[in-house]
């Protein structure tokens, strides 16, 4: 018989204070790399925002400090400082030390709030290599600093004042965040914009020392502001339609409208924090929206034909909408608040959005009109692509082939160890059919530039055959029928060349999966590849570089060994002079550089070896970290307005590389 671990009570570990944050961090920020450090800001100022939805903070500071801190200050009543009944310290360091504690508990303190596990804080200064918390209260400065969560001393008094709130600062743990700790203006920028959005009632200041940027989030016009910023490179057909009510002590604020495009924007809200996976306050605003429109153009005989039947997708067929409710008790499903699962909300939305839209539609007919008029036009775009569905399969079924012809596929059936690469133009498709591993990669060669699905409708879309390839090769069906559970590949890898239209097709099969396979992007399954762009080679040695950087890191090193005496010339790195790559301002003999122009200059063993190679290749993953960042990152990239897309490009020219879509 074998022998047995023995197992007992001593064997049970209890993880006190804050232990268990260090040791699961992931549990309670969702993971240690970018999303999940950036999550720390926002957790100290949802605080702040709480403090302004009771209507004690106007103001919200955010500061990225030259030492790799970050400071967040607020004007409102301060953390409290006074002694705690039951532990015996500081309410202060109970508040920063010990999990589930805070005032979000009890309603007489606040009504509502977003920090509702009284975690965050806490699980912040847990996380931080060191944490120092400054309250301006009673006329007094009240101070404590932490390490890694442990109070260092007592709290104390620090000095005399006449203002209110609190100052957190904090560094973030190099020993948790292992990928990095700095923190990216460009990543803060979206949230503070929506919570100014959200609070037209707060000023929030978002400030980089390191770069001496600096910018003032105040929206004024609220809801309408926010609306009118997600559709600025759309077609607006009317003014935003602003609804506002409350029921049973929950306030609801809804504003929507429509414009030009084909596709839904709807972004809802509870307490501030974005419920991307919507719930109970999406389905009472959806079936508002739907029974009164309908109602209305059935009143005034809106719809001429009696073929044409309007349904829910077709009244959100072009919308953009933000729905933002105030829950005294939400139920969310997990730390995370992704969905509200309170049902009592969905009829709360329902009867006020009812009866305010119908107001709204008998004092605007011509809006009115113009609505129904789009929402018809959707219905029989709707029907001409059940049509061309419904045509694409009988095709299918008559040439008795489900797959491709140009898809070269993979011996291996189980999803999980296959990869289909998506290679732009045949030339780069035959040298990855030859130096592919045929056990579990496929290729799928892609000719030219796909449609832009951002303005083309879904009956379009079926009749371009790239994107039926696409959806066909994966497996997932089209349209209404698609069903994720039946893809073929765990992976799906977008490879396009390293150039400007490169980067056009990738845009483009990014916005197709962004808009009809978001699930594929959110379930991890889709990447980019990324090809070299240089080969440098001395002797027998052979290097490939990704970028710039790495060519100029390469050259540094197969510099070593040259002479002092050697004439300095005028000349960047990487430029060739005579042959020879240039290096701090010197010719490097004896060196081969050349830059790839595309893939299909790549031989098959180079692409295999650079490429495709699990062992030594880079692969990005596609993540969306907020679906109205991503909406608006598409619809700017591929909308007919050049300013915004210029301004978008040059804002995130350094962040490329690893742009988060």
């Known amino acids: 018989m074998a022998n047995h671990q023995e197992y007992g009570a001593e064997d049970i570990q209890i993880l006190k204070g804050l232990e268990a944050v ?34 004690y903070a106007s103001e919200i500071f955010i500061t990225l400090k030259s030492d790799g801190s970050v400071q967040v200050s607020d004007n409102g009543r301060g953390i409290p400082t006074g002694m705690h009944p039951e532990e015996k310290v500081s309410a202060l360091q109970v508040v920063m030390t010990v999990l589930h504690a805070g005032g979000k508990f009890d309603k007489n303190v606040y009504k509502v709030s977003g920090g509702l596990h009284g975690v965050g804080a806490s699980v912040v200064n847990a996380l931080s290599e060191w944490c120092e918390v400054e309250v301006h209260q009673d006329g007094k400065i009240f101070f404590q600093r932490y390490e890694r ?52 009632q707060v000023v929030i200041t978002l400030k980089d020392e390191r770069t001496k940027e600096e910018e003032v989030f105040h929206a004024k016009g609220g809801l309408r502001d926010f609306v009118k910023h997600v559709d600025r490179t759309r077609i607006s057909l009317h003014k935003p339609v602003f609804v506002q009510g409350e029921k049973d002590n929950t306030p609801v604020e809804i504003c929507f409208e429509y414009n030009d495009g084909f596709n839904e924007n709807l972004f809802s809200y509870v307490n501030n924090i974005n419920t991307h996976e919507g719930g109970s306050h999406v389905a009472g605003f959806k079936s508002a929206l739907t029974r009164t429109m309908n109602n209305y153009a059935t009143k005034n005989n809106l719809v001429k034909s009696d073929k044409i039947s309007l349904t829910g997708d077709d009244f959100r067929e072009g919308l953009t909408a933000i729905v933002s409710v105030k829950v005294a008790e939400p139920q969310f499903e997990g730390q995370t608040k992704t969905k509200l699962g309170n049902s009592e909300v969905k009829s709360i939305v329902e009867t006020i959005m ?55 596929d993979c011996s291996i059936d189980d999803p999980e160890h296959c990869e289909i690469y998506l290679v732009e133009g045949d030339s780069a498709g035959g040298s990855a059919k030859q130096g592919r591993d045929r056990r579990f990669q496929a290729i799928l060669p892609l000719k030219g530039k796909i449609l832009n699905v951002q303005k083309a409708r879904l009956h379009k879309m079926l009749e371009n055959e790239e994107i039926r390839n696409i959806f066909t090769a994966l497996g997932v069906g089209l349209g209404e029928q698609q069903d994720l559970s039946k893809i073929r590949y765990g992976k799906v890898i977008l490879m396009a060349d390293a150039d400007v239209d490169g980067a056009h097709i990738r845009t483009l099969l990014l916005t197709l999966f962004y808009n009809h396979m978001k699930d594929l992007i959110e379930a991890g399954h889709v990447y980019i590849a990324q090809p070299p762009l240089y080969k440098i080679k001395k002797g027998k040695q052979e290097h490939y570089a990704y970028n710039d950087e790495e060519r100029d890191e390469i050259l540094k090193r197969m510099k070593s060994g040259k002479k002092e005496e050697d004439e300095v010339i005028e000349a960047g790195d990487g430029d060739m002079v005579d042959g020879a790559p240039v290096i701090d301002g010197q010719p490097i003999k004896g060196i081969v550089m050349s830059r790839f122009k595309g893939l299909g200059e790549m031989n098959p063993e180079q692409l295999w070896a650079t490429t495709m190679n699990p062992e030594t290749r880079t692969l990005l993953q596609v993540n969306i970290e907020s679906a109205a960042a991503a909406a608006d990152i598409f619809e700017t990239l591929m909308g007919d307005a050049v300013e915004p897309r210029r301004d978008f490009i040059e804002r995130n020219a350094t962040y490329v590389r690893n742009l988060d879509i």
């Not at 992931?26 to 957790?43: P, Q």
């Not at 260092?152 to 209110?164: C, L, N, P, Q």
């Not at 029989?380 to 898809?407: F, H, Y």
């Open 22 to 55: 260090r040791r699961r961090p992931a549990m309670y920020i969702g993971d240690v790399s970018s999303r999940g450090l950036h999550h720390l800001v926002y957790e100290i100022v949802d605080n702040s925002i709480d403090e302004v939805l009771a209507g």
């Open 149 to 200: 969560g442990e109070p260092i001393a007592e709290v104390k008094v620090t000095g005399k004042t006449k203002k209110t709130g609190t100052i957190t600062t904090w560094k973030p743990d190099a020993d948790i965040f292992k990928q990095s700790i700095v923190m990216r203006m460009d990543v803060l920028r979206e949230r503070m914009m929506e919570l100014s959005f959200l609070n037209p």
């Open 354 to 408: 009812n009866e305010m839209l119908s107001q709204f539609l008998e004092e605007n007919p011509p809006v009115a009109k113009r609505i129904i008029e789009k929402v018809t036009r959707a219905a029989e775009a709707r029907e001409a692509a059940r049509k061309a569905r419904d045509i694409v399969r009988r095709k299918n079924a008559l040439e008795n082939s489900a797959l491709p012809g140009k898809l070269a």
